[in-house]
């Protein structure tokens, strides 16, 4: 048994820190939490929209193996491990894990980068519409998924790779990455400038990471005239007004590129962590904000504004 801290919502907007006994099972590790990113999932949680207070949060957990069970096979204590564990118990100091639940860091990669589910569903959403050679692509939305997955177009042979967003900060950062062009979302002349880098043939490709109608209708309409895909990987969560003609008047292909649209999350986790390891995603540049598990009230007041240049926080426990 071994005491763990862990950060419960004791309602909209607030924090408390408690503690609970931990005893695994023979066929359970425990897994000592040393980083925990901060998705803006976890603030849909935060701001009350779904979920009912107290409860804990947290879904993106790194941490090491203190402890296996005599039943589990193919850890040891001291192996960095990444995954889908503590699901919604991760802002803590341990968890609990079972071994299919779990992926190892790569040997040089730093544990707070090694973050496995966003990154997996970075993979889910790559796979979901890999852009053939000559494509022209946009990237709507330049935050920190939006980033990841500009990262992981560069250099497929795309005509064009557009990131948009409304911070300036973010599409000069995008540019640095490999954008071959960046436009402001909020620009007038949005939609002529889509026209014009692509020679008025129009998007064939189109990534959402916004949330927000407005931009998910706006990147609707720079798609080509015929079978142009559009993958949804913003989250969508609460109502909202849409124009269907700015896609089925395309004939467009509209892929929702959310976690249960992969068949097999670990392969998709395994191969964005390989990527992390070979260099395609600069989580070193995107991971800005770091707080220890007392300082999480800062953290999300900061995470939600975006404040300070955030763009990736995560939580050291």
């Not at 924090?15 to 603030?43: K, M, S």
């Not at 889908?84 to 790569?106: D, W």
């Not at 409304?166 to 889509?194: C, M, P, Q, W, Y």
């Not at 953290?299 to 300070?308: N, R, S, V, Y």
């Amino acid at each position: 048994m071994i005491t763990s801290r862990y950060a419960e919502l004791v309602e909209p907007g607030k924090f408390a820190i408690r503690e609970e006994n931990l005893v695994p099972t023979d066929d359970q590790l425990l897994i000592r939490i040393t980083h925990c990113g901060i998705c803006q999932y976890d603030g849909v949680y935060y701001k009350g929209i779904v979920g009912k207070t107290p409860m804990s949060i947290g879904h993106e957990p790194v941490g090491i193996v203190e402890a296996v069970g005599r039943n589990v096979q193919g850890f040891e204590p001291g192996d960095r491990v990444t995954g889908l564990y503590a699901y919604l118990r991760a802002f803590a100091t341990y968890g609990l894990a079972e071994p299919h639940q779990l992926i190892k860091v790569p040997a040089h990669v730093p544990s707070e980068q090694a973050i496995g589910e966003p990154l997996k569903c970075i993979g889910t959403i790559l796979r979901a519409a890999p852009p053939e050679f000559g494509d022209h692509v946009l990237v709507m939305g330049s935050g920190f998924m939006g980033l990841l997955v500009l990262a992981g177009l560069v250099g497929r042979g795309v005509a064009s790779l557009i990131a948009a967003d409304v911070r300036e900060d973010r599409l000069a950062l995008a540019k640095e990455l490999g954008a071959t062009h960046t436009i402001n979302a909020s620009d007038t002349d949005f939609l002529a400038k889509v026209q014009e880098i692509t020679h008025g043939h129009g998007t064939d490709v189109v990534f959402e990471l916004t949330s927000s109608a407005e931009a998910v209708e706006l990147a609707a309409k720079t798609l080509r005239r015929t079978r142009g895909r559009y993958v949804l990987a913003g989250w969508h969560g609460q109502p909202g007004t849409y124009t269907l003609r700015n896609w089925t008047t395309r004939g467009a292909i509209i892929l929702t590129a959310h976690p249960s649209f992969s068949l097999d999350e670990f392969e998709d986790m395994r191969r964005a962590l390989d990527g992390l390891a070979r260099g395609v995603f600069p989580m070193g540049r995107l991971i800005t904000h770091r707080f220890p598990l007392d300082e999480i009230q800062t953290a999300f007041e900061i995470a939600m504004t975006g404040a300070d240049g955030y763009i990736k926080g995560v939580i050291m426990p």
